[in-house]
């Protein structure tokens, strides 16, 4: 495992959970700041789940990795100023109430505070949450959330996980790769002083240098820079604890700021089509700069070849315009435990993982260069080339309030409707939905706002419920 | 409604069989005030109607047209089907069953299917099917549904084994008495716009014109409208599924039992289908006719039979593949006239279903408006879903050793489309399935098919040989026994359908 980042940690974790039997080596320690993966705060509702399955208490994330909880997210000023909205997790919403909030956006094409579409956007209104416990029917049972953390602390945790599973690990810098005579597999890396270390699998979590993929002679570079235009990016260091349920990503008129909750602090991240003087940055994150980092957006081609599987930003490189980094991440990771190989690696397995790889790198291109679609960031950030089927959903979207399936996107359809519509896309309505019947919109509509009561009632008041969540251990920071 | 609602789209539907007047039945339900919906059909051409088993998803097109189950079983005369058992495809003498459902369940993100293997590389692996309900319950001629909960008793769907002949005249019915105006007459004229070539009118042989925004096609293989008149080419699929025949011959049960499933039995030059219904067995051989006769075929049908003929065997002809487009101008074909997959898998009513479910998906906005982005969107998800189920198709014959006739010599030899020849590999080296979200057959149908035709992949997944295979054994064992426990508590078929005789059966 070559990178000792929080992404490193959990894959050396997940690898040697799967298979007890092998030994597992981290090499090098935490990546720069530019592998997002490895930096990020937060994470999707999709690392909960792979968190339960290799035995990552959420409860000590809380206790001892300053964890805390989103529900939604907020964008604002992708449609225009003043304009906004809030995209939460999930896909449960009832057929019909999705009919009648699809009505009402295109009604209130323009509004600056539509109704909550989500139970998750009516809690993190109230501030009141805490998860529901698990299995349980509860009227929050529905509701899907994201976890944050302290990086640093987080790491921490994993690497306690690690060492007590056995993981080894060895401090050092790459200095060779010597591949297998006549085939397409690394036989050992060389670390700088202390000679070589040979393995049957090696997994790139180096960041976005790639130190074994990218030395692997056919490692080929596939450029996104014609659809993602961020170039700078701009991170300030926390400060002064944040306790909230909602997060926000927002466009201004020099680029996009995502501002992360945190026990720790404030994360502000600014990213911009051009380099900035410091104190243009400075001033547009309200906080000192603590790094600056330029970017050049693209993937592997191949992120599996031969005996080499690169994850997180050694895959794929963008800009971290919401927490994309990690999902991608561990939804490889989830993907590298599927079709995990023994030692002889059929060149179909790896074309399998690659092409549904490749899918997932895609889609989470594709998601970001919606941002960049609307006429509001071109302003920002220029004219880009929209990938793949983004034209397509956007066109059915805004006539139809259609969201096409497409395999393995990061978002459910549900979430990139909301994601479309706080980006200041009108959804359209179709003849279906027309023509669907009031009465089911009505009873709906009742529903939903009896289980928002529910909801309401049964969720403690966020703010002291993590506090006590989190009495065993104060937040962690630096 | 939409306060300034545009005309309705005026849809006419020619052909009035199974898709016809399924088609006019979702719109005119599924659009009410958007869409007015006329359907031309002629008493003097008859349907194909052969299409007698389904697949789940008949189950929620009927539920979204607020159908009654029990009025439209009774009604068809239909039995439950739990999937379909096939004999003597991998080689003569061996047979599994497809089920609408799993094999065991997934165990530390590892498919059950490589425990399995690795029991059976300890030969302690019995059947897969005996880790599967569905397979168990099929085979002990039981039926209850499945539970909502999401206990072993929620692992399995069931779909319906009814009379096609009496599904069209019920769709019929339901269609007329939400308003779809049926028009008998045959189509001798197809007047068009000569600017745009899209269709404009069609004439009666008695001198009606029918005037219509949007034209479906259901006209059946004939496909007037799409392939005639605007003369969208065929793609034609036989040299990969050649039969191109098949010899309908119902007959009566030959025992008391009420099979839950469908039977498709290899035969020298295809196969013949045994779909039981509450008051005759479907039965009927589907055959390459480069490889035998017509005659032949009805005696081996006639001779196959285990009930009494009901009628003289009836012969249909088909060409597998599909239009390359489903959706030209203003004209839609849905069912047979924009494809046809012969019916092994019972696919026949789900892809009409599909064009349907499509075609409401992105019906137009307005009377003239059809938008070619929409018509695009239709004709790329329509191939997805013909190319998938054919793919699945064409495995059943190549994944075979048999060499015993012609037929199954060039099935089991020719170079199949380079999507299944991916898969098949990935599968024979390791065990793996080709995953996708969107179409039909995931991977339970794809492991029913590759184990129950005896091809095994070299390996399987190393993390299914960490567990001893003796703690293995008794863990599948476990299962099997707890699957046993629900199929002993299961009614059978036929008593379910006794037992619910004032709801469900007339005949049963």
């Known amino acids: ?478 | 409604m939409n306060d300034s609602a545009p005309k309705p789209v005026r849809v006419v539907v020619l052909g009035g069989g199974t898709a016809g007047w399924m088609t006019a039945a979702g719109v005119a339900k599924l659009l009410p005030g958007l869409a007015s919906v006329q359907l031309v059909e002629s008493e003097e051409i008859g349907i194909v109607g052969v299409g007698e088993a389904t697949l789940p998803h008949i189950r929620g097109f009927v539920e979204k047209l607020g159908i009654d189950e029990a009025a439209f079983m009774k009604a068809t005369h239909a039995t439950f089907k739990l999937g379909i058992d096939f004999r003597d495809f991998g080689r003569i003498g061996e047979s599994y069953i497809h089920p609408f459902g799993s094999f065991g369940e997934e165990v530390g993100g590892v498919g059950f299917h490589h425990y399995w293997l690795e029991l059976a590389r300890h030969g302690k692996a019995r059947e897969i099917g005996d880790y599967s309900l569905a397979v168990a319950a099929a085979k002990a001629n039981r039926f209850r549904p499945p539970s909502a909960d999401d206990s072993l008793g929620s692992t399995y769907g069931y779909a319906y084994q009814f009379d096609a002949t009496l599904f069209g005249p019920f769709m019929r019915e339901f269609a007329r008495g939400i308003g779809v105006e049926r028009h008998e007459g045959r189509v001798v004229t197809v007047e068009r716009d000569p600017a745009s070539g899209d269709v404009t009118a069609l004439v009666l042989a008695d001198g009606r014109r029918i005037e219509g925004d949007l034209f479906i096609d259901c006209s059946g293989f004939r496909s007037i409208l799409l392939g005639q008149e605007l003369e969208v080419p065929w793609e034609d699929w036989t040299h990969w599924l050649p039969c191109d025949r098949a010899a309908a011959m119902p007959c009566t049960h030959a025992t008391e039992d009420l099979r839950p499933y469908t039977t498709a039995t290899a035969m020298p030059a295809g196969w013949r289908w045994q779909i039981p219904l509450q008051h005759r067995m479907g039965n009927g051989y589907v055959f390459s006719s480069a490889h035998i006769s017509e005659e032949q075929a009805c005696d081996a049908i006639r001779a196959c039979a285990e009930g009494a003929p009901l009628a003289e065997p009836r012969i249909l002809k088909f060409r597998p593949g599909r239009r390359a487009r489903s959706w030209s101008h203003n004209v839609i074909g849905v069912g047979l006239a924009s494809g046809f997959l012969e019916p092994l898998e019972s696919t026949s009513i789900y892809l009409a279903q599909m064009a349907i479910t499509y075609l409401i998906e992105l019906f137009p906005a307005a009377a003239g408006a059809i938008d070619p982005r929409d018509r695009d969107e239709f004709n790329r998800l329509v191939d997805m879903e013909y190319d998938r189920v054919r793919d699945f198709l064409i495995l059943h014959y190549h994944a075979t050793t048999r060499d015993d006739s012609e037929f199954w010599n060039h099935v089991r030899t020719m170079r199949v489309p380079d999507s299944l020849a991916d898969k098949l590999e990935l599968w024979r080296r390791a065990g793996r399935i080709e995953k996708y979200s969107d179409g039909l057959f995931y991977d339970a149908s794809w492991i029913a098919v590759y184990v129950g035709q005896g091809l095994l992949p070299e390996v399987h997944d190393p993390r299914a040989a960490m567990i001893a295979p003796d703690a293995l054994a008794r863990a599948t064992e476990r299962l099997r026994m707890a699957v046993t426990g629900e199929v002993a508590a299961m009614p059978g078929h036929r008593d379910y359908l006794r037992g619910e005789a004032a709801r469900l059966a007339d005949a049963a």
């Open chain 1, 1 to 478: 495992m070559v990178g000792g980042g929080q992404l490193g940690v959990l894959a050396a974790i997940a690898l040697r959970r799967s298979l007890p039997g092998c030994e597992v080596i981290v090499i090098g320690g935490q990546p720069g700041p530019a592998s997002f993966a490895d930096w990020s705060p937060t994470a999707m509702p999709f690392t909960n789940k792979l968190h339960d399955r290799l035995g990552i208490a959420e409860a000590d994330i809380i206790a001892k990795a300053g964890g805390s909880y989103r529900l939604v997210t907020r964008l604002s000023g992708w449609g225009g100023a003043g304009q906004g909205s809030v995209v939460a997790y999930g896909d449960a919403l009832d057929p019909a109430l999705r009919t009648a909030l699809a009505r009402d956006r295109a009604r209130a094409a323009g509004a600056h505070a539509p109704a909550p579409a989500s139970l998750a956007q009516v809690l993190a209104e109230a501030g009141r949450f805490a998860p529901p416990p698990p299995g349980e029917p509860s009227p929050l049972a529905a509701v899907d959330y994201a976890l944050r953390w302290h990086p640093p602390a987080y790491r921490a945790l994993l690497i306690a996980a690690a060492q007590a599973l056995g993981i080894g690990y060895v401090e050092g810098v790459i200095d060779r790769i010597e591949l297998v005579d006549g085939d397409d597999n690394i036989a050992a890396i060389g670390i700088a002083g202390q000679g070589l270390i040979a393995a049957d699998l090696f997994v790139d979590c180096s960041g976005p240098q790639a130190a074994v993929l990218a030395g692997h002679p056919h490692f080929v570079f596939t450029d996104w820079s014609d659809s993602l235009p961020t170039r700078h990016i701009y991170c300030a260091a926390p400060a002064a604890p944040v306790i909230a349920l909602e997060d926000r990503v927002t466009l201004t008129s020099a680029g996009w700021v995502t501002e992360v909750a945190g026990r720790d602090g404030r994360h502000i991240t600014l990213g911009t089509p051009a380099a900035l003087p410091r104190a243009a940055a400075e001033a547009l994150l309200g906080a000192p700069v603590q790094a600056a980092i330029a970017l050049t957006p693209g993937c592997a081609a191949e992120p599996w070849i031969g005996n080499v599987v690169a994850l997180g930003d050694a895959a794929a490189r963008f800009e971290p315009l919401g927490p994309l980094h990690l999902d991608l991440a561990h939804r490889q990771l989830a993907l590298l435990l599927e079709m995990l190989p023994g030692r002889a690696m059929a060149p179909l397995e790896r074309a399998e993982y690659n092409r549904r790889s490749g899918l997932m790198m895609e889609g989470v291109r594709e998601v970001l260069a919606m941002h960049f679609a609307s006429p509001e960031a071109q302003r920002v950030f220029g004219s880009c080339a929209l990938p793949g089927r983004v034209a397509a959903v956007i066109d059915q979207f805004e006539r139809r309030g259609r969201i096409p399936f497409r395999e393995e996107l990061p978002l459910l359809g549900q979430e990139q409707f909301a994601l479309l519509v706080a980006l200041g896309w009108t959804p359209g309505l179709s003849p279906a939905a027309k023509a669907a019947d009031p009465a089911a919109e009505t009873s709906a509509r009742a529903a939903f706002e009896a289980n928002a009561r529910a909801a309401l009632a049964f969720a403690p008041s966020y703010g002291p419920w993590l506090a006590s969540a989190a009495a065993v251990s104060p937040a962690p920071s630096g």
